[in-house]
């Protein structure tokens, strides 16, 4: 490191350091009790669960990643599909059947083999509404999936015979799709898809019936079959991973150990990571980002990503769609942007992000921005002006006071910032009382997905590069809409969007559902999102994707340069 390098990472220490020293002190002191793994990185918040079925959240994602395997694992720069469990297969020219072939050395981390019956009970398990599984639906593209999962627990086998899977021997699995599906081989990567150990799970069950779910996945007890394997949780500050001496290609993972660090303070982890505690964030503190951008370690790229708040429609006045606009339209997405953001993000007028091939992408807002402060000046006021006569035209006024709403955020010193951007907006613009509510992340998603919330913030990530991962989220029936919208018509265009073969006619049928939910407005589109990753300069396997999606099973240490 040059003298100007070590000058700079001095400068940016002693900023990062405003933030409280009691979090890093403590982050040290549960570290000096626990020998260094070989590498450490900051996952956010605390994981709720290691379930790959049951995982929702990108930091539960990428402790899956590390842990299982699918069918297949994605390049970690390109994201094609390379072999992972399946060591090759075939399609058949329809599109509708897929083989796999199974490597007989695959094997669970206890030794066992792993076979096609175990990706059949795990699907399986999957589909079951008792699993709560908040991406089964992402199944429902192979032959009989979704009448299955709809299926009352009496008709259960008698359905599962007509779903399109079979295991003709332990080797092989043959998948029968409804409809084409471009993206499947990018869903066989992805987590709801592993598979999960039978045995070890149904002995929870039966030795612990009312808390088998976190006994199945206790360290010592968690059976999985990706390149690492759980040997310590603590919970609030650690998991310890190990290399995994049974994983079929365990000679191509350099990493003896991680330690995946619970770490939901920005600073502190900037704090770490230049301390050289840590080796990897995903998550600086805004007002440093202008000096990070000038370090050769940070990583800023475009990300399939968008971040929105979901409304309550169920509640009154938020069940009134004028309403819903009119809060949308009175948000300075442009300066929220520059001022509050300051990493590149996109203001956004849409659910899906840019970057789609052959989408066309439609906005909640046609009128252009303008390029300049006094055309941006213009637009906004003539949309805040739209927005007051909205909330007039639903009934508010001097005569009829609009009543407060809560803002519902997880614990993140960015979500809080937004949070209090939209809130001053509201007033400013609309006279709306806003209040904020803080909640840490267990607690966020239980009350988001029970609708006890006004306006909730949320993110989506894509699972795949199509614009089908944003959209379906908001049918009627998928576990993660949490907003109690429903229409008919979207359900059905998403349905069209499923059995079109034409390429370009399935993306206008996908463009015309997301219009449908920009008029709606179950959600408020805010801005798109870019990754931020400080990664140690040595490590190898690491690369800018637009999923953000980085596999530990490639990442090695380049040797020192000399």
Request: glycine share 6%.
């Amino acid at each position: 490191m040059t003298a100007a390098w070590r000058a700079r990472l001095r400068n940016v220490l002693a900023l990062a350091l405003l933030v409280p020293l009691a979090a890093l002190a403590l982050a040290l002191a549960r570290r000096a009790r626990l020998p260094r793994a070989e590498l450490v990185y900051s996952n956010g918040s605390e994981v709720t669960t290691l379930d790959p079925a049951t995982v929702s959240g990108q930091s539960e994602g990428r402790v899956a990643m590390a842990l299982f395997e699918g069918l297949t694992v994605k390049h970690p720069e390109t994201l094609a599909p390379l072999p992972g469990v399946a060591e090759r297969w075939e399609v058949a020219p329809d599109g509708l059947t897929y083989t796999f072939h199974l490597r007989a050395e695959a094997r669970w981390s206890n030794g066992e083999h792993l076979t096609a019956e175990d990706f059949l009970y795990s699907w399986r398990r999957l589909l079951e509404p008792e699993t709560a599984a908040p991406f089964a639906y992402q199944l429902w593209c192979v032959r009989g999936a979704e009448a299955f999962s709809r299926s009352a627990p009496e008709e259960r086998e008698a359905r599962w015979r007509d779903v399109g899977l079979a295991a003709p021997d332990a080797h092989t699995l043959v998948v029968e799709l409804a409809r084409p599906t471009a993206y499947f081989l990018a869903l066989t990567s992805f987590h709801p898809l592993f598979p999960v150990h039978r045995r070890s799970l149904e002995e929870a069950q039966r030795s612990f019936p009312r808390r088998w779910q976190s006994e199945w996945v206790r360290a010592g007890r968690l059976i999985s079959n990706g390149p690492f394997k759980l040997v310590e949780r603590r919970v609030n500050d650690r998991l310890r991973l190990v290399r995994n001496p049974e994983y079929w290609d365990v000679g191509a993972v350099a990493l003896r150990s991680l330690d995946i660090l619970a770490l939901e303070h920005i600073g502190t982890g900037l704090n770490l990571y230049l301390a050289g505690e840590v080796d990897w964030i995903d998550r600086v503190p805004a007002t440093l980002v202008p000096e990070l951008r000038r370090r050769p370690d940070f990583q800023a790229a475009p990300y399939l990503a968008s971040y929105f708040y979901r409304v309550n429609v169920t509640r009154p006045p938020l069940d009134d769609v004028r309403v819903r606009r009119a809060l949308a339209l009175s948000v300075d997405r442009r300066t929220l942007c520059a001022a509050i953001l300051q990493k590149g993000e996109p203001p956004s007028w849409s659910l899906t992000p840019p970057g789609l091939a052959g989408y066309p992408r439609p906005e909640m807002r046609h009128a252009p921005v303008g390029a300049d402060e006094a055309a941006h000046a213009a637009a906004l006021a003539a949309d805040r002006a739209e927005a007051r006569a909205l909330l007039a035209a639903a009934g508010y006024g001097p005569a009829r006071p609009f009543p407060p709403l809560e803002i519902l955020f997880n614990t993140s010193e960015t979500h809080r910032d937004v949070a209090e951007v939209l809130a001053a907006d509201w007033s400013a613009t609309l006279g709306i009382e806003v209040k904020l509510l803080n909640q840490e992340w267990k607690s966020f998603l239980d009350s988001q997905t029970n609708l006890r919330y006004d306006l909730s913030r949320s993110s989506w990530i894509g699972d795949y590069p199509d614009p089908n991962t944003f959209l379906e989220a908001f049918t009627a029936d998928s576990e993660n809409n949490r907003t109690g919208w429903r229409s008919e018509r979207y359900d059905g265009l998403l349905a069209a969007a499923g059995r079109e073969v034409d390429a370009a006619r399935r993306l206008a049928l996908l463009a015309e559902a997301e219009a449908l939910l920009l008029e709606e407005l179950p959600i408020l589109p805010l801005f798109g999102y870019v990754s931020q990753n400080l990664v140690h300069p040595r490590l190898g396997g690491f690369h800018a994707n637009v999923l953000d999606e980085h596999p530990p099973k490639f990442w090695h240490w380049k040797e020192r340069a000399r």
